[in-house]
């Protein structure tokens, strides 16, 4: 994480006025478009002669780590909105996390804020925004500086900055409005030509924005998945991230899509044999039991 060393004061907030007022957002339809595809923007198999890993070996994975560690309660909401019948998760349904859905474009920016900064952090900074700026018109009218102090305690306040308020300038320059519900309508392909649209937006950000804003089938790749997916040798070593997105979107079957990348992210953030960074970790954050990989990374040389 960059450590910004401005100490400046945080300037006294105006109350907003007229020029910041909600523009109107359609209403979504509940149904969807299919999915036209679950590939990434390039879909051609990077590595059409490797195997792994196989429907079992992911499904085998996903148990394990569902074993260890239940399933993260930072998601839960997530996999309610996606309305799926897996009744064995419902007693972990103690978070007190809100059953309303999350808007696509405060889950864009929530993501944009997650950027090269701890979760703690991010989510700070984001309850910041929201709190300082009653609509997203009112970010888009304020000055870069106020928005700058508003989620400085993010990290790259600057360049997150300038990065949300050109999305919200081009999105309302091109929509109309500040609303990205209409998305929801459209297949992935469609989906991922929109966001790409946006300057500093890549294919990480919009494969979250698909799997948790948009339940879509898809399977973004972090630090945390690539360094396991290569620990599990589900891709060749000589691998990079983006081929390794394209590769495991393909391999991996779109109904444990979700459940393994929340399990795998989760599982890499406190294990130090499979993040490669454990002496680097607090203890506190560390995963104190057998991890369970060894074996299936183990089983896949």
């Given at each position: 994480?960059?450590?910004?060393?401005?100490?400046?004061?945080?300037?006294?907030r105006?109350?907003?006025?007229?020029?910041?007022?909600?523009?109107?957002c359609?209403p979504s339809?509940?149904?969807?478009k299919?999915?036209a595809?679950?590939?990434?923007?390039?879909?051609?198999?990077p590595?059409?002669?490797?195997s792994?890993?196989t429907?079992?070996?992911?499904r085998?994975?996903r148990d394990d780590?569902?074993?260890?560690?239940?399933?993260?309660?930072?998601?839960?909401k997530?996999?309610?909105?996606?309305?799926?019948?897996?009744?064995e998760?419902?007693?972990?349904?103690?978070?007190?996390?809100?059953?309303?859905?999350?808007?696509?474009?405060?889950?864009?920016i929530?993501?944009i804020?997650?950027?090269?900064?701890t979760?703690?952090?991010?989510?700070k900074?984001?309850?910041?925004?929201?709190s300082s700026?009653?609509?997203?018109e009112?970010?888009l009218?304020?000055d870069?500086k106020?928005?700058e102090d508003?989620?400085?305690?993010g990290?790259?306040?600057?360049?997150?900055t300038?990065?949300?308020?050109?999305?919200?300038?081009?999105l309302?320059q091109?929509k109309?409005n500040?609303c990205?519900?209409?998305?929801?309508?459209?297949?992935i392909?469609?989906?991922?030509?929109?966001?790409?649209?946006?300057?500093?937006i890549?294919?990480?950000?919009?494969a979250?924005?698909?799997?948790f804003?948009?339940?879509?089938?898809d399977?973004p790749v972090?630090?945390?998945i690539?360094?396991?997916?290569?620990?599990?040798?589900?891709?060749?070593?000589?691998?990079?991230?983006?081929?390794?997105?394209i590769?495991l979107?393909?391999?991996?079957?779109?109904?444990?899509?979700?459940?393994?990348?929340?399990l795998?992210?989760?599982?890499?953030?406190?294990?130090?044999?499979?993040?490669?960074?454990g002496?680097?970790?607090?203890?506190?954050?560390?995963?104190?039991?057998?991890?369970?990989?060894?074996?299936?990374?183990?089983n896949?040389?």
């Amino acid at each position: 994480m960059t450590k910004l060393t401005e100490t400046r004061k945080t300037p006294k907030r105006k109350k907003p006025d007229g020029h910041c007022s909600p523009s109107p957002c359609p209403p979504s339809k509940s149904s969807k478009k299919a999915n036209a595809t679950t590939g990434p923007f390039n879909d051609s198999e990077p590595f059409p002669d490797y195997s792994q890993p196989t429907p079992e070996e992911c499904r085998a994975v996903r148990d394990d780590l569902l074993a260890l560690h239940g399933f993260p309660k930072e998601f839960i909401k997530y996999r309610k909105q996606r309305s799926l019948d897996h009744i064995e998760y419902e007693e972990d349904d103690t978070s007190g996390a809100e059953s309303s859905t999350e808007s696509v474009l405060d889950g864009l920016i929530n993501t944009i804020l997650s950027q090269n900064t701890t979760e703690a952090n991010s989510q700070k900074a984001f309850a910041s925004l929201k709190s300082s700026f009653p609509t997203w018109e009112c970010v888009l009218a304020a000055d870069a500086k106020l928005v700058e102090d508003t989620i400085r305690c993010g990290g790259l306040a600057p360049t997150k900055t300038s990065c949300i308020k050109g999305i919200l300038s081009s999105l309302l320059q091109k929509k109309g409005n500040l609303c990205l519900e209409y998305l929801r309508e459209l297949s992935i392909e469609e989906i991922k030509k929109e966001l790409s649209c946006f300057r500093g937006i890549g294919p990480k950000t919009v494969a979250c924005v698909l799997m948790f804003q948009l339940q879509r089938d898809d399977f973004p790749v972090d630090t945390h998945i690539f360094q396991i997916a290569k620990t599990l040798h589900w891709v060749p070593a000589a691998a990079d991230v983006k081929k390794t997105y394209i590769h495991l979107n393909q391999r991996i079957p779109d109904e444990l899509k979700f459940d393994l990348n929340c399990l795998i992210y989760t599982h890499g953030k406190v294990c130090r044999e499979c993040s490669g960074k454990g002496s680097n970790k607090p203890k506190k954050e560390q995963c104190d039991k057998l991890c369970p990989l060894l074996g299936q990374s183990s089983n896949a040389i």
